[in-house]
């Protein structure tokens, strides 16, 4: 077990001999790929290296440790041409080709030309089959006289901006995520519990047959509580707290860290005595958090760039540019290169995405109405260039992804009078009740033409709030269902105050770290449904008495 501090900088990996190493090979390979037929016109190399330090423990005990350092590239080789490429989009797919191969992490030349070649070698033949393909489909041919290009030009970049160095006291971690996850054994109603601590240092390195030579990366430190148990219905509830930051100094002191274990405990324990929720439409106020998940499901997957030229997906808002998505006092911008709100650290953040374009902020909507799209190097209808969200996960394809996505009210009031609001509109619409969503763990959505265009958020913590002055009562096993745009026009006014939910989204191209920034927004009409029963049983057996210290 390691119990030092962990310190680690990328100088420590010699990344310009690196970025020599694979400048040479990727020029070596595409000069002896120009004689084949067909040829490439396009390749680069981005190799990613991550360091990954955590622990867990529950219950007072330690019960994991991750202690990993890797490093592998990911290989475009595009082959065709600008406006019609290898990475056509076809029945639904764009094709992938490319694959995490692992290279030496301490620049062996030998190791990583031959994986380098290899991979190369890979990626192209499957590439050249594909344009093949799609060159035999003579309906696809008859339809691209009046589709967008494939792939864009774009002015390359190289510069090294590289993150602060990397630490973690990790005897000292240990300690407390060991201490605080005793809390849990107080409860004898929470089946599973746990608090972990993680850190991780990821370097990203592009080089391009266009030129581009580009380092960067981040820190991302992350503290996460989470417990889970049933009740005597058999239904599973969980409830979490998480604090993410790119220095680990960020974080909140410890107080804050230990009171929010404690919360955790006593809101799932809590929930495990609520009244289940039936389900209900009525107003609701959705707290900033639980909003920002809200947008980053029902909107911000919608205005993908990639989505709008597949066939397969709904398109959404393809043919709505210029008109209104949202009331006129929403705006909504998606910013890679802000660093933080209100001294919470922003893990969406990038200083240039996985095709090398620079990271730059994208009014997607003004006042109400759609300006443009989130955009890869694939340019969509009138836009040609990319706006700088092109990612991915290691292993997978790069699409267009969200980053920070920031939502801006002029149509503000205090908490307390959304509050008063809330109440106005449940007597107006004579509801016995409205909801408060308070916590939120997760949403999901649908956007494929195939299924129904509606999404899910998942809360964790809900109240009933009740016109008369009765107290709020807290309910459990709640589902936010709804359809997208039925649900925008529904928004009558947001608070004065933003809160932050940083997150790991799952796509097309894998999982990317983002962020959502919201206010709380009031809504006159919102769907829930009962959470599914598990029908699981509580345990025979008696929980066993703690141990004696």
């Not at 107080?255 to 809101?267: G, H, I, N, P, T």
């Not at 958020?457 to 009740?466: D, G, H, N, R, T």
């Not at 962020?515 to 449904?529: T, Y």
Request: with cysteine; aromatic share 8%; hydrophobic share 40%.
């Amino acid at each position: 077990m390691v119990l030092l501090l962990v310190s680690f900088t990328a100088a420590h990996l010699g990344a310009a001999t690196l970025i020599d190493i694979l400048k040479s090979e990727l020029q070596r390979n595409y000069a002896g790929l120009a004689k084949t037929d067909p040829p490439p016109y396009f390749m680069d190399y981005e190799v990613t290296e991550q360091v990954n330090v955590g622990f867990t423990a529950a219950l007072g005990a330690l019960v994991s440790e991750t202690h990993s350092h890797v490093r592998g590239v990911d290989t475009t080789v595009r082959v065709g041409d600008y406006h019609f490429d290898s990475y056509h989009p076809y029945k639904g797919s764009s094709g992938n080709f490319t694959n995490f191969s692992q290279l030496s992490l301490d620049n062996n030349p030998n190791q990583i030309r031959r994986t380098l070649w290899l991979a190369t070698d890979h990626v192209y033949r499957a590439s050249s089959r594909r344009l093949l393909q799609l060159k035999n489909d003579e309906q696809l041919l008859a339809e691209q006289k009046d589709v967008a290009a494939d792939f864009s030009h774009e002015t390359p970049e190289t510069a090294s901006q590289l993150p602060e160095p990397f630490s973690l006291d990790t005897a000292a971690w240990l300690k407390k995520v060991r201490a605080w996850s005793s809390e849990f054994i107080k409860y004898a109603d929470i089946q599973a519990s746990s608090v972990s601590i993680n850190g991780r240092h990821e370097v990203r390195t592009l080089v391009s047959t266009e030129g581009a030579a580009v380092e960067h990366g981040t820190n991302i430190y992350r503290f996460e509580v989470s417990a889970q148990g049933l009740t005597p219905d058999g239904m599973q509830l969980s409830t979490f707290a998480s604090f993410e930051a790119a220095d680990a100094q960020h974080l909140p002191p410890d107080s804050v860290l230990q009171a929010a274990v404690k919360k955790v405990a006593d809101q799932l324990s809590a929930l495990l005595k609520a009244p289940a929720a039936e389900p209900a439409v009525c107003p609701a106020i959705l707290s900033g958090r639980a909003s920002a998940v809200f947008f980053h499901e029902i909107f911000g997957h919608r205005v993908e760039g990639h989505r709008q030229k597949d066939v397969a997906e709904g398109q959404t808002f393809t043919k709505m540019l210029g008109e209104p998505v949202l009331p006129s006092f929403l705006s909504v911008v998606f910013d890679p290169t802000l660093r933080s709100v209100n001294g919470t650290d922003l893990i969406g953040r990038y200083d240039f995405d996985d095709e090398g374009v620079r990271a730059r902020p994208v009014t997607v909507v003004e006042n109400g109405i759609l300006k443009t799209f989130l955009l890869s190097r694939s340019p969509v209808g009138q836009f040609e260039h990319s706006n700088g969200h092109g990612r991915r996960e290691p292993g997978h394809e790069v699409v267009s992804r969200q980053s920070n996505l920031i939502v801006k009210s002029s149509k503000q009031v205090s908490d307390r009078e959304l509050r008063a609001e809330l109440i106005a509109e449940v007597k107006r619409q004579e509801k016995p009740y409205g909801l408060y969503f308070e916590e939120v763990a997760s949403g999901y959505t649908t956007t494929r033409r195939q299924g129904l265009q509606a999404f899910t958020v998942v809360p964790l913590v809900v109240y009933k709030v009740y016109a008369d002055g009765r107290p709020d009562e807290l309910i459990r096993g709640v589902d936010i269902v709804g359809t997208p745009l039925a649900s925008f026009r529904k928004i009558l006014a947001t608070s004065d105050r933003v809160e932050v939910f940083n997150g790991y989204c799952g796509a097309e191209s894998g999982t990317v770290p983002v962020a959502a920034v919201s206010p709380a927004i009031l809504v006159s009409e919102i769907e829930i449904q009962k959470k599914q029963n598990s029908e699981q049983k509580l345990p025979l057996l008696p929980r066993p008495s703690p141990a004696a210290e």
